[in-house]
């Protein structure tokens, strides 16, 4: 079949007649049915396809961010780098020329120009991967509206009102400006501002009496934006007129004044610039006040609408910079060559937003003794406490030295944990299952996790004790039904009764498969990949996940002003019709999930 392969396909083209022939007897061929995976999420790829016929879609967290079609190639990302977080499917019978990894680097050594192209075409991609997130981020702070930057609150006075008033009047209310009123601006009136540098310019400067009145030295011409206009429009206002602070108005109404300083705050929570203080800091406090940022960069992409996932993606990964680098201000250089800090829970399967309980753990090599370790790991959960991270009630972090251990005391934990597992021995493998490496050698967690996976075996009891917790909690459904309007005002705990039956779940499903995946998402469809569940559920089980997401995340946004998700209540009152109605959906499909996994894993036996 190999004689088929089209040359005249760039970069193909560039290959001389007797590189074309050495391609061509290199050449293997792929045949894939409709709906068959082609390569999996985190594989490794040993050749590079070549569609020669047929449609393939590479999808990202269920969703397809490409196609495609014959002639197209992929994935030189997986070909050249250790996997990848896509999967590439078939959406029809397709056949793809297999160009083996060994041929293809041969040639590109070989042959200048054709190397240039895969170099090309391979730094390309990761370019584009890197804009793609960047450039969704900043359409989504270009978005942003004034009602989202903080607004100082207006300080009026009377024009009557004496210099010395309007200074009193600052100074109370700790303004920088006073709005004067001359006159009932409903009859005619007007509205004039005085800011502290004019107070400053007519006192010291001109020399004007401080009984003078404001009213005919304030100045009337202001510049004033609706609370829903666009926060660029601000910027630009302000830029054109060189002034520091604007009106702000609703239905017509001044309710604040934005200042620029509030309004730049808003604009610089952009990943990048906290990626860069976290980068640059010199020590924990400087880190602190890079994580407090964190909290203004959610709250502003998700009141543009931004995508929950997307969120948590940015999160997770200024979370463990941070992590990393406070590791890394604390701990001695020998330390960081012969650990591993790993955090575990939704913060290892990138999931957490705001700020949840610490889950963090630290794998020593064995053999390897640190004299200081106590106090580097106390000061690691001192300061994260102090970031607004709360400390663990069962204690998982790496102050804990159950948590602080040698390679091989966790080997024993995993063993203890899979062979002669309680209630606390089964909380402790489902965490760790989630783990994600944050600092030092990742080598160590992975040779863990090959541990944990190379020790399970086909033990139906020990899956139906590690899956039975997704059931421990009540999934309301009364609360939509007859008797919903006489409950509607009840509070439902959004995590027991809807996140953490789909994230454990899954986990359960997830493990029983010995899947290297961490996060929800990536678990479902990699489970879908596998025909553990079929794809309509895993879409269904993928949307709901990120709708109860949402409602959490902004549960605590309305709850929280540092960050720390405190509240996991939903108060369905608060609920408008269609979130109502599709909260709703989504606990129905938590109720046939579980329902699911009662017959897979015979928890009703």
Not at 30 to 54: H, K, N
Not at 58 to 83: I, M, N, P, W, Y
Not at 440 to 466: I, P, S, V
Request: aromatic share 6%; net charge negative.
């Amino acid at each position: 079949m190999s004689d088929a392969f089209d040359f005249s396909v760039p970069p193909f083209d560039r290959l001389t007649p007797e590189q074309r022939q050495r391609l061509a007897a290199a050449l293997d061929l792929g045949v894939y049915a409709r709906d068959g995976v082609i390569l999996s999420r985190d594989e490794p790829a040993d050749c590079l396809f070549v569609v020669r016929q047929g449609l393939v879609h590479e999808r990202r967290g269920g969703e397809v961010v490409a196609v495609h079609g014959a002639h197209d190639s992929f994935d030189l990302q997986a070909l050249f780098s250790d996997g990848q977080a896509r999967s590439f499917v078939a959406a029809e019978d397709t056949l793809c020329d297999l160009v083996p990894r060994p041929i293809l680097l041969e040639l590109a050594h070989e042959n200048a120009a054709f190397g240039a192209v895969i170099q090309q075409e391979f730094a390309d991609r990761l370019s584009a991967l890197a804009n793609e997130r960047s450039n969704r981020e900043t359409a989504a702070l270009t978005m942003a509206r004034i009602r989202q930057a903080y607004l100082r609150p207006p300080v009026f006075v009377e024009a009557g009102a004496s210099l010395r008033d309007a200074a009193a009047a600052m100074k109370r209310d700790q303004a920088s400006s006073v709005l004067v009123r001359d006159g009932d601006p409903k009859k005619g009136g007007r509205v004039g501002i005085l800011t502290g540098t004019d107070l400053r310019d007519l006192v010291v400067l001109e020399g004007r009496p401080v009984d003078s009145p404001v009213g005919p030295l304030a100045r009337y011409e202001l510049l004033a934006l609706d609370r829903d206009d666009l926060l660029f429009n601000a910027l630009i206002l302000m830029t054109k007129h060189s002034v520091r602070r604007l009106v702000i108005t609703e239905q017509g109404a001044v309710v604040g004044l934005l200042e620029q300083t509030d309004l730049l705050a808003v604009l610089s929570n952009h990943s990048q610039v906290v990626a860069l203080k976290v980068d640059r800091a010199a020590t924990p406090e400087d880190l602190g006040r890079a994580s407090q940022d964190i909290v203004g960069l959610i709250r502003t992409l998700h009141g543009t609408g931004v995508k929950v996932s997307f969120i948590a993606d940015l999160v997770t990964e200024l979370n463990r910079k941070i992590f990393r680098r406070l590791f890394e201000l604390l701990a001695p250089p020998d330390l960081l060559a012969n650990s591993c800090l790993i955090v575990m829970g939704s913060e290892g399967r990138g999931e957490q937003l705001l700020k949840t309980d610490q889950d963090n753990g630290l794998i020593l090599r064995d053999g390897y003794d640190c004299p200081s370790l106590s106090q580097v790991t106390g000061a690691f959960t001192r300061h994260l406490v102090e970031f607004g991270y709360p400390p663990c009630p069962g204690r998982i972090m790496v102050s804990n030295p159950d948590w602080t251990r040698p390679l091989a005391l966790y080997k024993d934990s995993l063993f203890h944990w899979i062979h002669r597992p309680d209630e606390a021995a089964q909380m402790n493998l489902a965490i760790f299952y989630d783990a994600a490496a944050v600092a030092g050698d990742a080598a160590l967690l992975a040779e863990a996790k090959g541990y944990l996976l190379g020790r399970l075996q086909d033990n139906q009891m020990f899956f139906t004790a590690f899956a039975r917790p997704a059931l421990a909690f009540d999934t309301p459904s009364g609360l939509f039904g007859g008797l919903f309007e006489r409950r509607r005002s009840e509070a439902v705990d959004i995590k027991k009764a809807g996140i953490f039956p789909i994230v454990h779940g899954v986990r359960a499903l997830a493990l029983e498969k010995h899947m290297a995946e961490t996060n929800t998402t990536e678990r479902i469809w990699a489970l879908a990949d596998q025909g553990v569940l079929d794809r309509g559920m895993a879409g269904e089980l993928a949307d709901a996940f990120t709708f109860l997401s949402t409602l959490r995340l902004k549960a605590g946004l309305d709850g929280s002003v540092s960050g720390t998700q405190t509240d996991n209540l939903i108060r369905t009152e608060s609920l408008g019709k269609l979130d109502r109605d599709q909260f709703k959906d989504c606990l129905a499909l938590v109720k046939k999930f579980k329902e699911l996994l009662a017959y897979h894993f015979h928890l009703n036996h």
